[in-house]
């Protein structure tokens, strides 16, 4: 066996892992948006309250 060719177990594997890993990636956009939200947030009150 080449070091290319992997059994058809590994290779369920890591297509499971990349499949999770891509679901996880997903919901890192909803998290940057409130990030960015709260980030806004706290520049809108320094602004407001602080100058």
């Known amino acids: 066996m080449s070091p290319v060719e992997l059994s058809a ?7 499971n892992e ?3 890993n891509r ?3 997903r919901r890192l956009i909803p998290y940057a948006g ?3 939200i709260v980030i806004a947030a706290i520049v809108a009150v320094r ?3 602080f100058s």
Request: charged share 35%.
């Open 23 to 25: 679901r996880s990636e």
């Open 34 to 36: 409130v990030a960015l």
């Open 47 to 49: 602004v407001v309250f």
């Open 18 to 20: 990349i499949d999770e």
């Open 9 to 15: 177990a590994l290779r369920d594997e890591l297509q």
